[in-house]
């Protein structure tokens, strides 16, 4: 590179405008970073409500399986606030039963015995079958998942007849907490994806909790580190447009009229924010940029209840396939400096989180009505631990767009970060890289796209 600092003008402001901010600084890149709302961090964003209390834009696990996370915060030392629970996980039912999938500290795949012997509700029959359906997984292991794409995961499970209880009780919130949408819409590339990554990866599925805020572990230390650096970062700035000149971008269009330039840019968007701001004259010139339309964005609930006493003391996340809480945990044990409510200590009783899903046939009802659906959900899980429970606050977060909704055929859409145009760059979940759209998804497609971008400086220097 030359001794002239090249600029790049990041549109969006999450985790993966965030992360790919750290990068391009730490190669010697100038840096802005427009971001359209007050705070940062995207769909991974936590800020505080009037009250005090740290609100989040949902239930944000840490799967082992992130390493891509895991080592940029240990550039900006942060690693230290990831608390690693138990590897089990744990399915609530209505009628207050539950199931346990623990796993052992064996090589892959005799770690996930007790899962399939020791469960308490499947039968051996049923996870034999489930067993047996997984063997061309087994023999083709990465390779095995990207052919099933055309189909949902529904009717790949139907096809491998290992029954409907199954599908219902542990995959349907699997699936929900993934991505948000039911086995009978998302691709099975999806689910088989994961089962793989868990089958091959011992420690892929254990999951950590932040023992704060995002804001304060993960946001604004990576703020702090590229400002220190030279970057800039401006909040409330609307990207309206992309200019395009027939053969690169020549600069970008902001709402209140002013016009950025740089060397480079990177659209570091949601799916549904990138597709507004691309002009036609773009995705006319390209099929790259055309074929983006067909990629949708998931409406995504998420609610906090305080309840008056402890319900449960897990200290880990937890599933149920039964009511609208197909993820949720307990802050008030997973997250330490989340145990107050309104500034005041909050101990020994009940702060859950959830996500609320499928959102889409809920997202028209009033936040009284979504917790009613929520708490009730609680009271089926707990008859006996939340008999008499009181509601001491609730609070709810709804976003109409959120992850690209992986449904069958929607692979072949998906963008590499790099694009026909030598000055435009892509990050974001929804593009092509491991984990899809989530936490490790939003640091490796930005890490792709800074090493595109630089690949890019590189060549024009030799």
């Given at each position: 590179?030359?001794?002239?600092?090249?600029?790049?003008?990041?549109?969006?402001g999450?985790?993966?405008?965030?992360?790919?901010?750290?990068?391009?600084?730490?190669?010697?890149?100038?840096?802005k970073?427009?971001?359209?709302?007050?705070?940062?961090?995207?769909?991974?964003?936590?800020?505080?409500?009037?009250?005090?209390d740290?609100i989040?834009?949902?239930?944000?696990?840490?799967?082992?399986?992130?390493?891509?996370?895991?080592?940029?915060?240990?550039?900006?030392?942060?690693?230290?606030?990831?608390?690693?629970?138990?590897?089990?996980?744990?399915?609530?039912?209505?009628?207050?039963g539950?199931?346990t999938?623990?796993?052992?500290?064996?090589?892959?795949?005799?770690?996930?015995?007790?899962?399939?012997?020791?469960?308490?509700?499947?039968?051996?029959?049923?996870?034999?079958?489930?067993s047996?359906?997984?063997?061309?997984?087994?023999?083709?292991?990465?390779?095995?998942?990207?052919?099933?794409?055309?189909?949902?995961?529904t009717?790949?499970?139907?096809?491998?007849?290992?029954?409907?209880?199954?599908?219902?009780?542990?995959?349907?919130?699997?699936?929900?907490?993934?991505?948000?949408?039911p086995?009978?819409?998302?691709?099975?590339?999806?689910?088989?994806?994961?089962?793989?990554?868990f089958?091959?990866?011992?420690?892929?599925?254990?999951?950590?909790f932040?023992?704060?805020a995002?804001?304060?572990?993960?946001?604004?230390p990576?703020?702090?580190?590229?400002?220190?650096?030279?970057?800039?970062?401006?909040n409330?700035?609307?990207?309206?447009?992309?200019?395009?000149?027939?053969?690169e971008?020549?600069?970008?269009?902001?709402?209140?009229?002013?016009?950025?330039?740089?060397?480079?840019?990177?659209?570091?968007?949601?799916?549904?924010?990138?597709?507004?701001?691309?002009?036609?004259?773009?995705?006319?010139?390209?099929?790259f940029?055309?074929?983006?339309?067909?990629?949708?964005?998931?409406?995504?609930?998420s609610?906090?209840?305080?309840?008056?006493?402890?319900?449960?003391?897990?200290?880990?996340v937890l599933?149920?396939?039964?009511?609208?809480i197909?993820?949720?945990?307990?802050?008030?044990?997973?997250?330490?400096?989340?145990?107050t409510?309104?500034?005041?200590?909050?101990?020994?009783?009940?702060?859950?989180?959830?996500?609320?899903?499928?959102?889409?046939?809920?997202?028209?009802?009033?936040?009284?009505?979504?917790?009613?659906l929520?708490?009730?959900s609680?009271?089926?899980?707990?008859?006996?631990a939340?008999?008499?429970?009181?509601?001491?606050?609730?609070?709810?977060?709804?976003?109409?767009?959120?992850v690209?909704?992986?449904?069958?055929f929607?692979?072949?859409?998906?963008?590499?970060?790099?694009?026909?145009?030598r000055?435009?760059?892509?990050?974001?979940?929804?593009?092509?890289?491991l984990?899809y759209?989530?936490?490790?998804?939003?640091v490796?497609?930005?890490?792709?796209a800074?090493?595109?971008?630089?690949?890019?400086?590189?060549?024009?220097?030799?």
């Amino acid at each position: 590179m030359s001794s002239e600092k090249k600029s790049v003008l990041i549109l969006g402001g999450g985790l993966a405008g965030l992360a790919a901010a750290k990068r391009l600084t730490d190669k010697g890149f100038q840096v802005k970073v427009l971001e359209k709302r007050e705070i940062f961090g995207g769909k991974v964003s936590s800020w505080k409500d009037e009250e005090g209390d740290w609100i989040e834009s949902g239930t944000h696990c840490f799967f082992g399986a992130y390493k891509v996370l895991y080592d940029l915060m240990k550039e900006i030392k942060t690693d230290h606030a990831v608390l690693w629970k138990e590897h089990k996980l744990t399915y609530t039912l209505a009628g207050g039963g539950h199931f346990t999938f623990k796993t052992w500290d064996l090589p892959s795949p005799l770690h996930l015995l007790p899962a399939i012997a020791r469960n308490g509700y499947f039968t051996l029959g049923e996870m034999a079958a489930f067993s047996k359906s997984l063997i061309p997984l087994a023999l083709k292991k990465d390779k095995y998942a990207p052919t099933q794409d055309h189909l949902t995961f529904t009717e790949w499970a139907e096809q491998k007849k290992f029954g409907k209880r199954l599908l219902d009780k542990m995959f349907r919130p699997m699936a929900l907490a993934l991505k948000f949408i039911p086995p009978e819409e998302i691709s099975a590339k999806i689910i088989l994806d994961v089962t793989e990554t868990f089958y091959r990866i011992p420690d892929s599925s254990r999951m950590g909790f932040l023992k704060g805020a995002p804001q304060e572990y993960l946001h604004q230390p990576l703020i702090d580190y590229s400002t220190s650096k030279g970057a800039v970062f401006k909040n409330r700035t609307v990207v309206e447009e992309l200019l395009f000149d027939g053969g690169e971008i020549k600069g970008v269009q902001l709402r209140n009229g002013e016009i950025l330039t740089a060397d480079y840019y990177l659209c570091a968007l949601p799916i549904h924010n990138l597709n507004r701001i691309l002009p036609d004259s773009l995705k006319k010139h390209d099929r790259f940029f055309g074929v983006l339309d067909n990629l949708d964005a998931v409406p995504v609930i998420s609610a906090q209840i305080w309840y008056d006493r402890e319900i449960t003391p897990a200290d880990n996340v937890l599933f149920s396939p039964d009511g609208v809480i197909p993820v949720y945990a307990n802050l008030a044990r997973t997250t330490p400096e989340y145990r107050t409510l309104r500034g005041v200590p909050f101990n020994s009783k009940t702060r859950f989180e959830f996500c609320v899903a499928p959102a889409r046939n809920l997202m028209a009802l009033t936040k009284e009505e979504i917790i009613r659906l929520v708490d009730q959900s609680v009271r089926n899980c707990y008859p006996e631990a939340a008999s008499g429970a009181q509601i001491l606050k609730a609070t709810m977060v709804k976003i109409p767009h959120s992850v690209y909704a992986p449904t069958p055929f929607m692979e072949q859409y998906r963008p590499t970060q790099s694009t026909p145009l030598r000055n435009l760059f892509i990050a974001g979940g929804f593009s092509q890289q491991l984990y899809y759209d989530s936490m490790g998804g939003a640091v490796m497609s930005a890490n792709l796209a800074v090493d595109s971008i630089v690949k890019e400086e590189s060549m024009k220097n030799n």
